[in-house]
């Protein structure tokens, strides 16, 4: 079965709401990273989080290892936000990143 | 903001021919990834690179791309002969330590194979 993942695989928003993404994973993790995707496709690296808790402006990444589940939440919105987020772990057994299915977001004006 | 360079941005080639895209890491940067994406978003790992060393790359690649990463060079990805099930989002990342660190991704090459 998948080892990475996501939820929702969509969500719409009205500019101001708050989102939270999920992420599971049923491997034991090394590292955890999370990736925002512009449409058009370049990938721009969120967090490096292989645990605890991480904030940039108005982002915030939780991972809790043993409970095998990274979040990300976005707060307040904006339509620039949209696009698509990642999570890619690496578990103890391999040097590579597994990436989950991606939620894409949508907020709206 | 990532400085991974690749191109050229967009690739559309026939079955049977050779599709070849370059990516420049990050100065500095020693370990380099390259990735599928479809359109499924489902990323596929490909091969990785730490200088001009393969690490790792799966079966597919052995037996079909032939990848480089030559100092003072791009790197480099190229399919032999290209098939339908080949068109795709190609993105090449960087990083200083592999993925025990952040990653940084160039903009990715999309090939269309017709």
């Known amino acids: 079965g998948q080892q990475v993942q996501q939820s929702p695989a969509s969500l719409v928003l009205q500019e101001g709401e708050n989102a939270e993404l999920q992420c599971n994973f049923s491997t034991s993790l090394n590292s955890m990273q999370w990736f925002y995707q512009r449409p058009g496709g370049s990938l721009v690296s969120l967090f490096y989080?292989?645990?605890g808790t991480k904030h940039s402006g108005r982002l915030t990444s939780t991972t809790v290892i043993k409970e095998r589940r990274s979040s990300l939440h976005i707060s307040s919105s904006q339509t620039t936000d949209s696009g698509t987020y990642l999570c890619a772990l690496v578990n103890n057994a391999g040097a590579k990143l597994t990436f989950g299915g991606g939620t894409r977001l949508t907020v709206r004006p | 903001n990532s400085k991974v360079i690749q191109t050229p941005r967009y690739l559309v080639k026939g079955q049977g021919q050779k599709a070849k895209m370059r990516c420049i890491p990050e100065k500095g940067h020693p370990v380099v990834f390259w990735y599928q994406q479809n359109k499924n978003n489902e990323f596929k790992f490909l091969i990785n690179f730490q200088n001009q060393e393969v690490l790792q790359q799966i079966d597919m690649t052995e037996k079909r791309f032939s990848a480089e990463c030559p100092s003072n060079s791009p790197c480099s990805l190229e399919i032999q002969s290209s098939e339908a099930g080949d068109s795709a989002l190609y993105l090449c990342a960087s990083s200083l330590w592999g993925v025990a660190e952040t990653l940084y991704f160039g903009s990715g090459t999309r090939l269309t194979v017709l």
């Open positions: 989080n292989p645990s």
